[in-house]
């Protein structure tokens, strides 16, 4: 029986790829043979799951994006826009344009999370309201002064690497929004908006590949993981 389509997704390709040091913002560089972000919306447009996508993008890049879409054939986006100078902020601008009762972020810069990935954080955050993709961290971290002294060991079972998609009640995520925009907030993830609202949020162990394409050694990481995909 076919899922029934509920689901939006915010995909945020706003930002300006500073850390990958190339003049043309990361998003938009080629993975084998299209753009990082057409990959990453073609997985979320195959998906029977998901009812409709907002992409936000740089101002610069809506008509650009707008054109994209038409050569990729995606038809579940139903608006671009121009997003904000933070995540958060163009999370918000995304959300304000969706009204299903669910709805992921998802960073356009992860091409490559899987179906069954972004089915577990959905599943998560349906029994709970909120769910993040995640996988425990391999390395030891540890908290570093402003002088480079360690201050602390976290006991590394209890630490995860977040990811994206992040799923939610979108009603709890605009709360989120909403108190963290009267109060100044501004989060590196979605969850942390509702983390302060003292909700609870689950998450859904995702696999070591969906990677945030950023600095200029992923871009070869990313292919070979892509390629890697087609010989299974
Ligand atoms: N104001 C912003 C900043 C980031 N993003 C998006 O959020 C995702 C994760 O952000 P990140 O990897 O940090 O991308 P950039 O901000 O572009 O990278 P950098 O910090 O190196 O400039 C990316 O898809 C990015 O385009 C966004 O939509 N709006
Ligand atoms: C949302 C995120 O991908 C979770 O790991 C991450 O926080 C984004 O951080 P960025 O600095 O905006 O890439």
Redesign the pocket.
Known sequence: MLARAKWDVI??????????GTAE???YLLLEDKPI?IHTLQLFEAMEEIAEMVL???AQDVTRCEELLLQYNLHKVKAVAA?????????RIGLSLLHGDWVMVH????PLVTPAAVRACMAAAERSEAAVLAVPVKDTIKQVNESGIIVATPDRRSLWAIQ?PQAFRRSLLQEGHERAAAEGFVGTDDASVVERLGVSVTVAEGDYTNI????PEDLPWAEFLLASRKQE
Request: proline share 0%; charged share 25%.
């Open positions: 995909v945020v390709a706003a930002g300006r790829g500073t850390r990958m913002s990361k998003q972000l936000v993008v740089g997003g904000g100078s933070e995540r958060q902020h163009s999370v960073d356009g810069v992860r994206t945030k394409i950023t600095t």
